[in-house]
């Protein structure tokens, strides 16, 4: 049973910006928490930032601040992940995460919902 979907990756040139969609099928999905992490080849898979149940809160790792921004529509339940001024560091997989409680910790644990990912790919 799928919960969470993401979509909106591709290759931009850097610079560029992207804007990812999560669609999610969990019921009460205004009551998780909702994150984004990225993994790039060969590397382990990096906290990007999350989002608080009712949106009024945000945190964002040091490297994405002022570029990336996270936002979230509950009615439709979605989470969205607009991202500015691309590097080319910024390439990797992209993966939308949800857990209970909103935190500012970057550790992937807790999070009860994963999903699949989307690729980005930000070409120098």
């Known amino acids: 049973q799928v919960q969470l979907v993401e979509s909106g990756g591709g290759l931009v040139q850097a610079g560029g910006s992207l804007r990812l969609s999560c669609a999610a099928s969990?019921?009460?999905?205004?009551?998780?928490?909702m994150a984004w992490f990225r993994q790039a080849p060969g590397k382990e898979r990096e906290f990007v930032g999350i989002?608080?149940?009712?949106?009024?809160?945000?945190y964002y790792v040091d490297s994405v601040k002022g570029r990336f921004t996270i936002s979230r529509d509950n009615a439709k339940k979605m989470v969205f992940l607009q991202m500015n001024s691309l590097k080319p560091e910024d390439t990797g997989n992209y993966y939308c995460?949800?857990?209970?409680?909103?935190?500012?910790?970057?550790?992937?644990?807790?999070?009860?919902?994963w999903g699949q990912g989307t690729q980005v790919t930000v070409s120098s």
């Open positions: 995460a949800g857990r209970a409680t909103y935190t500012t910790s970057a550790s992937s644990r807790a999070y009860e919902y």
């Open positions: 969990i019921r009460t999905f205004s009551t998780y928490a």
């Open positions: 989002i608080s149940q009712r949106g009024s809160n945000t």
